[in-house]
């Protein structure tokens, strides 16, 4: 399961980009987001209810409902998905064990669902998937109603210690934990989330890494299908999918790039907004599997240009740039873009 499987979810998702883009319909695409979102929001299942509210920025208590909980909401408005509540256990430490992402459109959610997860891995109900169980028995299962998108636990303590959609026989937790698909039986390793937490830039890393290396060998295992009417131009193939707005093509100097635009946004201080928060986002890269050199910067009143080169760990120069470039794109909106190659 690849939830971040597309360049534009990753990037719109990472920590401190959070950006207004122009309206428009929103697909499965932009519906992949939602776990992007959800991790850079810092909530964490079993974290407790006072962390939240000083980690979790714009997170807000909404008025009781239950005596049990404690209900919070965390507004997005981007990408489909208009915001997250989050539900926190009133004893104990006051953890947090289940989460809901409504969403706009109920059809889209599912077509997304349905690509993403594929057949429901629950040994009992339709749309739900088991993702992980943990040694003491505690399960971690999504599933969908309507338009909403549901995250969930049952841990002890909480209302779904002993609930229905929980209970679980030993055989399928077996089946399930020693990587068995529970549906076919096959070797594949069933779908799971891990309940460690891992970087929020861990996917964007990992992409990065496998374009460096791609960009290399001339993008020869990522270019999909020509585009219409272009020379030496072809959508960009990453996990299988061919992307919209990820171009590979040559350039002047007859080098392979690739080039990605990030979004389009109205207004110069937002789109320099986006710009800043990724370049400062792709500067603290930790796991990077390349070292990152300032090459150049120049601006204009209209736009800014970051350009780095990427070397080899150990400082070998591999004639290769990463270049993070805001411009004007017409009718007072404004675009960024990555470009990568030789």
Known sequence: MKPYSLIITLLLTLPGLSIQAQTRKHTTVDYGNAFGILSSSGGQMDMGLAAAMENIKGLKKLDPVMDFRTECLYPVNESGLNNITFYFDKDNHEPLYEI???????????????????????????????????????????????????????????????????????????RFNNGTDTNTGSTEPAPAISTQELPADHEFTQLLNQIFGQALVGFEGMKGAPLEGKKDAYLCIIDGEEQADVVIRKNANNSWRLDAKIGTYEGLDTARDAYNALKTTIQNLEALEYTLSKKSEYSTNTGNTYIWDVQSLDGEALGMILKLQLYASGQSTYSVRLEIGK
Do not use: C
């Open 100 to 174: 809901i992402m409504d969403f706009e459109d109920a059809d889209t959610l599912a077509a997304f669902i349905a690509k993403d997860l594929g057949v429901s891995n629950h040994p009992r109900l339709d749309d739900h998937w088991v993702m992980s169980i943990s040694p003491e028995g505690t399960a971690y299962i999504l599933w969908r109603f309507e338009n909403k998108l549901i995250f969930a636990a049952n841990l002890p303590g909480t209302e779904l210690e002993g609930d229905y959609t929980f209970e679980l026989d030993q055989d399928f937790i077996t």
